[in-house]
């Protein structure tokens, strides 16, 4: 594996969490579960990946997101929740607003079209992103950054490519049956260790892989335990109220994340737009990401009491949103300016891009989506 040298000071800052991490082993007896390892390696204060000081997006970071490919994406996204809030309330939430590009982009679509919105909430973990947010956002006062969720909500909350980032659990197939992977430290290094599932984790892998013993000796995959609760935590905000969650995020269902060709799950790792599946390199550099199971999110929500309304790639859902019609906004004679935007459009909804791995979940209450949405909807392959 061939990847970017950090500098002093970020390896310093990686060097102390591994440090951090290996303490938490020992404490524990010797071994943590991987999500416990993932959760650290992203949150930890000051030095996780995501809490830390260093750049995640754009040209300077680790990857990429769709609100910095082209502020049409935020302007599709907006047509949407300006559906949703003419239903609802004129509040907005959005979890993990990276560099605040999004929220920019849905903001001043909503005043451009003459919706007002009275309150947009950020819940931002990054300190980091949250002082870009700040700086990109200073135009718009009804912004507001909280640290956990609501008690109750009405409105229309955002989460793109929130769910890929919560800790996973790892479970292996072996001759003995389904074990946990966990973290432990040797010879200096992290290395993983089998454990049995406690009595959760096995309800967990009953709920999301019903027929998980048919699995060949080797399997390995993801369960989603912390996404299945923020799941949960969006139905008890939206109890008794009206208004609808869009989450967008790379993921399949369920019949086809757990195929025998995924043998190997879909934990993936993200370094200065390198991607790779070694999750100890350099704890804290780098992002750690799983593909959603998109059938796991949408139970969660229905078991809470969260009604499912619609489910659709990308493609479907941003082109129902009018993401064509906005692209038209620019004259195709000024190639200068139309080109790039058909190519970042094209990225978008392309199913050889993001069209198709993309997916969107959409729960909600009280809420009757437009028509065009509701065409592109798959809900019945979940």
Not at 104 to 116: I, K, N, W
Not at 298 to 312: E, I, K, N, R, T
Not at 343 to 356: F, T
């Amino acid at each position: 594996m061939s990847l970017p040298l950090p500098d002093s000071d970020a390896l310093a800052a990686s060097h102390a969490l591994q440090k951090e991490i290996a303490a938490v082993i020992a404490q524990a007896g010797g071994a943590i579960p991987f999500s416990r390892f993932m959760e650290l390696a992203l949150y930890a204060p000051r030095l996780g990946y995501y809490s830390g000081g260093a750049a995640k997006l754009g040209a300077s970071g680790d990857f990429t997101t769709a609100p910095e490919i082209t502020p049409l994406f935020g302007q599709a996204l907006a047509r949407a929740a300006a559906a949703i809030i003419a239903q609802s309330a004129p509040n907005i939430i959005e979890f993990g607003a990276g560099t605040g590009k999004l929220a920019r982009d849905v903001l001043t679509a909503l005043r451009e079209e003459g919706v007002q919105v009275a309150r947009y909430t950020i819940i931002e973990l990054s300190g980091e992103l949250r002082a870009r947010q700040q700086e990109a956002l200073q135009d718009f006062p009804q912004v507001e950054w909280r640290d956990g969720f609501p008690g109750t909500f009405d409105g229309v909350v955002l989460a793109n490519e929130v769910l890929d980032a919560m800790p996973v659990e790892l479970v292996l197939k072996t001759a003995a049956g389904w074990r946990r992977q966990m973290v432990t430290v040797e010879d200096g290094r992290f290395a993983y260790v089998q454990a049995e599932l406690d009595a959760a984790l096995s309800a967990q892998l009953a709920r999301q892989i019903p027929d998980a013993e048919t699995f060949q000796e080797g399997y390995l995959t993801e369960l989603h335990p912390v996404a299945c609760g923020f799941m949960g935590s969006l139905a008890g905000m939206f109890a008794g109220g009206k208004g609808a969650a869009i989450l967008l995020d790379y993921g399949f269902p369920a019949h086809e994340f757990y195929v025998d060709q995924r043998v190997g799950g879909t934990l993936m790792c993200h370094y200065r737009h390198h991607s790779h599946p070694d999750p100890f390199y350099l704890p804290g550099l780098q992002d750690i990401t799983a593909h959603v199971d998109f059938t796991a999110m949408a139970l969660a929500a229905q078991d809470a009491g969260l009604p499912v309304l619609g489910y659709m790639n990308q493609s479907g859902f941003l082109l129902g949103c009018g993401i064509a019609d906005l692209l038209l906004r620019t004259d195709p004679e000024d190639a200068v300016r139309y080109l790039p935007q058909s190519k970042a459009v094209h990225r978008l909804v392309a199913p050889s891009e993001m069209g198709e791995l993309f997916k969107v979940l959409i729960v909600g209450n009280g809420i009757d989506l437009p028509d065009a949405i509701v065409r592109a909807d798959r809900s019945r392959r979940l």
